[in-house]
């Protein structure tokens, strides 16, 4: 990076508005026009997040596409992680946009390459900052075109564009590297998850002289204590906001209530996020501490049933499959706490077997599923790392605007 330093050093940058240097359009709804065999690609969240992996096709081609457009993810999910996202188009009139979909175009070419605008968009806190979603996180074209966008050496095009240029090959190397460390680390995780889930199928395979088969809610129920907010910190209050997604667990929470009373939770039960059953938001409480209304917290009653197996069973895949059948509401649906209550498992007649089979799910979890340990972690790395050198390449200096 040192020549890209020293080429940087002392330049003289134009900071102008989006909507001085580009021209903005919105893609609009047109699922009617779907098809398999469609003629154009279908630009979407999911599109853009996948690098394009991910593709439908359109009969009809709403918003014309070019080359070097840029396609910005205008609306995602609260936890999404597309908001912002670009996406630069590689062929005249391949595409057309749905609705979430903004498309951005350079009006002098000349002055600004349209990679070097994508790259300098897609970083993060220049655009997520303007969310102001609930349900959804949004963004909005005026907040969109008012950001400021750094020109390099304005006075001498040539300059200009040869650092733009040198920056963008830079990015390209360090994109397609940690694009593929980390589809190497995922493939691995991959690999992983369908060794765990073959040992865990095995492990939960019973002859029936072996088990005995109950529903949850005859070995466990609802907690029905409460707990005042007094107590509550961010160490200990679970929503489902501060639940993690695919069984990691939970993370502390940026929100703690400062009044009233909250379900009680204590070491030993199981709490899982009630929204969106999909997500599979589960943590085994090794505490005791308070949990919103969206949270389940379950609480063992059968003194001979293992706590840490009954975890084991609730973030088994077959639960939050059964869940999801049983969930109300499209948009957002929530589990149904009655049909969860008759859920049906096998329980093991011996506790040392809980304990066993306990044991060694809980082994194969830390080399799957740990945030904090693995390849987990370490694709959040190979990220964070990426994100940094990103953001080292983009920061330009920026004067203070004088006081009138």
């Known amino acids: ?114 990679k070097f605008l994508s790259y300098f ?23 969109i075109l008012d950001v400021e966008i750094p020109i390099p050496c304005p006075n001498n095009k040539e300059k200009s564009l040869e650092i733009q240029a040198k920056i963008i090959r830079s990015l390209d190397f360090l994109t397609d590297l940690t694009n593929e460390l980390i589809t190497e680390l995922t493939t691995e995780i991959t690999t992983r998850r369908k060794q765990y889930n073959y040992y865990r199928n095995q492990l939960l395979s019973f002859e029936d002289d072996d088990v005995e088969w109950k529903t949850l809610g005859e070995v466990a129920a609802y907690s029905r204590t409460r707990i005042s907010s007094e107590h509550i910190d961010s160490t200990n209050y679970v929503g489902v906001d501060n639940l993690l997604q695919n069984k990691a667990g939970k993370t502390e929470s940026n ?22 059953p999909y997500l599979k938001k589960i943590w085994h409480a090794d505490r005791t501490g308070g949990a919103s209304g969206d949270v389940l917290v379950i609480h063992p009653t059968d003194e001979t049933l293992n706590p840490r197996y009954l975890y084991q069973i609730l973030s088994d895949e077959k639960f939050f499959e ?78 203070e605007k004088e006081s009138a």
């Open 255 to 276: 929100y703690v209530p400062t009044e009233g009373n909250l379900t009680e939770y204590r070491t030993g039960d199981v709490l899982i996020g009630n929204i969106r």
């Open 322 to 399: 059964y869940s999801m059948q049983h969930a109300k509401g499209a948009k957002m649906p929530r589990g149904n706490k009655d049909k969860i209550m008759e859920y049906s498992f096998p329980i093991p007649k011996r506790q040392s077997e809980q304990e066993r089979i306990a044991f060694i799910l809980d082994k194969f979890d830390v080399l799957t599923n740990s945030i904090n340990d693995g390849l987990p972690r370490e694709i959040a790395l190979r990220q964070q790392q990426y994100e940094y050198y990103r953001d080292l390449l983009l920061s330009f200096p920026k004067q």
């Open 1 to 114: 990076m040192n020549y890209l330093e020293k080429l940087l050093e002392g330049i003289e940058v134009n900071w102008k508005p989006l909507a001085e240097i580009a021209n903005f359009s919105n893609g609009k709804g047109h699922e009617n026009a779907i098809s398999e065999e469609g003629e154009y690609i279908v630009v979407n969240s999911k599109f853009i997040s996948t690098n394009g992996r991910v593709a439908k096709y359109c009969n009809v081609q709403i918003c014309p596409l070019y080359i070097d457009d840029i396609l910005i993810v205008m609306s995602d999910l609260p936890n999404g992680k597309a908001l912002a996202k670009t996406f630069i188009v590689k062929e005249d009139d391949k595409y057309t946009l749905n609705q979430r979909i903004g498309a951005i175009s350079v009006k002098d070419k000349d002055a600004l390459l349209p």
């Open 121 to 143: 968009l897609n970083r993060t806190p220049h655009l997520t900052k303007y969310n102001n979603g609930v349900d959804q996180t949004n963004l909005k074209k005026g907040e």
